[in-house]
């Protein structure tokens, strides 16, 4: 973890908020090239009625129409909680080189927790988890409790 | 297997083979609710420049603008190879309750093959999996066999 991974991270922490605060799950991503932002986004499935749109899937297609390809080399994908096994695929299959998330998901984590999509053949992704990760469970906790 | 697999197993290969006429993978899927197909779709991830452009992905997106929501309840989706991790996952976020494919996919496959997402404790479809996949498998074969 470095000084770097806390400051896109606090991007997408900022991401995760604007979800809660239209009553979705708060979770959020931003695509990181060169130092620079060419994606963000944040989960909205109840709003858009479809259950692709996680965080992480948007923010991959976001980043492909900025670049214009299906390959997002040289990319890093920051998200406020570890991938789903939908999201985790996607990122494969976009050869985003590195994934940087912060709150573990025992339930459905698929970058170490509940399985590890790096432990196939497939492409893999250079993947840190836990960044400020207590502040990213902290926004989940805080929207589930509000719902009970 | 049933006729009914079949006829829709069919379906789907009628759309892999239009995305071979567009030299995609050759990819079909449908999706069918009450006996009708609800959403169809193709691999286009080259024209459109997207790695989630696969069909399973384009045929969910279809199928909630079609229904209206992000649960497909009640619905099969019929795809002509072996449903990657991603696509496997979006599967279980949708709720779609059975999948039915054709050609085993020995390098991605997530319903069986390479893995099986649902062995974890996700929402779980129903798998049928090997429905025409001679046929499903050939288009495949063809086209690799065409472009090396």
């Known amino acids: 973890m470095t000084e770097r991974d806390e400051f896109f991270m606090n991007e997408a922490i900022k991401l995760a908020k604007r979800a809660a605060d239209e009553d979705e799950v708060p979770v959020g991503a931003v695509i990181v090239r060169d130092d620079k932002i060419i994606a963000s986004a944040y989960n909205s499935r109840e709003k858009d009625k479809n259950p692709l749109f996680h965080a992480e899937i948007k923010a991959i297609d976001d980043a492909c129409r900025a670049l214009g390809g299906w390959r997002l080399v040289g990319c890093t994908l920051y998200v406020t909680l570890e991938p789903c096994p939908m999201c985790a695929g996607a990122i494969i299959n976009s050869r985003i080189e590195r994934v940087v998330y912060g709150a573990y998901d025992n339930k459905a984590g698929s970058f170490g927790t509940m399985i590890d999509l790096t ?26 409790k509000k719902k009970r």
Chains 1, 2 share one sequence.
Not at 123 to 128: E, L, N, V, Y
Request: net charge neutral; charged share 15%; glycine share 8%.
């Open 119 to 144: 432990q196939y053949p497939l492409f893999k992704p250079q993947i840190t988890g836990g960044v400020l990760k207590n502040e990213c469970s902290a926004i989940l906790t805080e929207f589930f």
